[in-house]
């Protein structure tokens, strides 16, 4: 069986990770808290307080919930605050285990602290789920996986990455970094 060989240097992290915001249905705080999580206009403590009143003060079904959870993660992520963001994705996962945001994002918590261990699986598991942001899914498990020597398959992973989002820049230029070789 041909099997290339596939060489590449180490990945930019900080050029990585996509966030996953998640559409909550209705009004109101957790509303408000998906579109900061969106726009990504706003100031930090303020958005992560509207998110966190949201998910104290009202009442959810299961799902939007959970996309509160996420959202919330999203903005806390951005700020550095990746402790309390991956707290939050796992609260996500407890109150709606098949969403797929919520492993995107916790993988991508785990990239940004660099345990790029710590983010295959679940970034597997968004794959699994086939995520909404199936593109930044696999982009993300590229730079995980490049991280941790598998440099095939992270280059596979951003194959696939632009193969679900054709003309995406950002995948592109992660693989001219790459040489394939017949063995």
């Known amino acids: 069986m041909y099997r290339p060989l596939v060489t590449g240097a180490v990945a930019a992290i900080t050029a990585a990770s996509a966030a996953a915001q998640v559409f909550v249905v209705g009004g109101g705080l957790a509303k408000e808290c998906y579109e900061l999580a969106k726009t990504g206009n706003y100031q930090a403590r303020t958005a992560e307080q509207t998110c966190t009143r949201a998910i104290r003060e009202e009442t959810m079904d299961r799902k939007n919930r959970a996309a509160t959870y996420v959202n919330r993660g999203v903005i806390r992520m951005r700020e550095g605050n990746y402790a309390p963001a991956l707290e939050d994705y796992d609260k996500a996962i407890e109150t709606q285990p098949e969403l797929g945001a919520a492993y995107l994002n916790k993988g991508a918590a785990h990239i940004y602290m660099k345990e790029f261990d710590s983010a295959l699986a679940p970034l597997n598991r968004a794959i699994e789920l086939q995520s909404v942001q199936l593109h930044a899914a696999y982009y ?44």
Do not use: C, H
Not at 147 to 162: E, I, S, W
């Open 140 to 183: 993300n498990r590229a730079i995980a996986r490049e991280n941790t020597g598998d440099v095939p398959g992270a280059y596979y992973d951003f194959q696939k990455a632009l193969e679900l989002k054709p003309d995406w820049a950002l995948a592109e230029k992660q693989l001219a970094r790459f040489t394939v070789k017949s063995q």
